[in-house]
């Protein structure tokens, strides 16, 4: 248990639906990132808060959005849905500073769009 | 921006033996981590080995082992006494050190099967 926990696990929806994911951090983490990865491909970077700030930014559609609260937990945001974006999104967490470069990986939410 | 590239899409080898998986990146920093990362049917991330890029060293974690050749930019995974639960996908990755946060770059993968 890496300690990252998202929801949904599992979410179908119809294309130009719009739907949600949730990222609850380790305790003590301040960086979130999202990643999406689609069928049988690498793990591409979307976007990265620290402590409430956005970080970094990747290849995130313009149609995708996200957040993080006061609490530290983030939300991914996808709205317009199109068949393309049937993925698996993870969510991965780090601590302060550089410490040991490691990201923890939740199970990641898997979207299916119909 | 960093690239990493593994250039086996598939690989398979017959169990108790030894495989190697292959990964090159592409960067012009100095300082960075390497990361594989197992990905099994049930698409958890896990962590298999870390590599600094200062060290000279070559990082091992019990069957796996790597190959780091900083000048090359190559890093490749190692895995002996292979066992059928180590078939995955494999994602080789690279995290630059910067005050921007630990994000990590990660390379189009290689599915492993290890056969009985």
């Known amino acids: 248990d890496s300690g990252v926990t998202q929801t949904p696990k599992h979410l179908i929806t119809a294309t130009g639906q719009r739907v949600t994911l949730r990222c609850s951090p380790r305790s003590g983490d301040l960086s979130v990132y999202w990643y999406q990865q689609s069928l049988d491909q690498g793990l591409q970077f979307l976007i990265q808060y620290y402590n409430g700030e956005e970080r970094a930014k990747g290849n995130i559609l313009e149609r995708f959005s996200a957040q993080q609260f006061p609490d530290l937990h983030s939300e991914l945001n996808l709205s317009s849905l199109e068949l393309g974006d049937s993925a698996l999104y993870f969510c991965a967490s780090s601590g302060r500073g550089w410490g040991t470069g490691e990201l923890f990986f939740g199970e990641g939410s898997r979207l299916t769009v119909l | ?116």
């Open chain 2, 1 to 116: 921006a960093q690239t990493v590239t593994q250039s086996q899409p598939e690989m398979s080898v017959q169990e108790a033996e030894t495989v190697t998986l292959s990964c090159t990146y592409d960067t012009s920093e100095n300082n960075y981590y390497l990361f594989w990362y197992k990905q099994p049917p049930s698409r958890q991330m896990i962590l298999v080995i870390r590599q600094e890029a200062y060290k000279q060293q070559n990082a091992t974690e019990n069957r796996f082992s790597v190959n780091f050749q900083k000048a090359a930019k190559s890093f490749s995974l190692k895995i002996s006494d292979s066992q059928l639960g180590d078939t995955a996908m494999y994602f080789c990755a690279f995290m630059k050190q910067n005050n921007a946060g630990n994000m990590l770059t990660f390379g189009g993968g290689t599915r492993l099967m290890v056969k009985p």
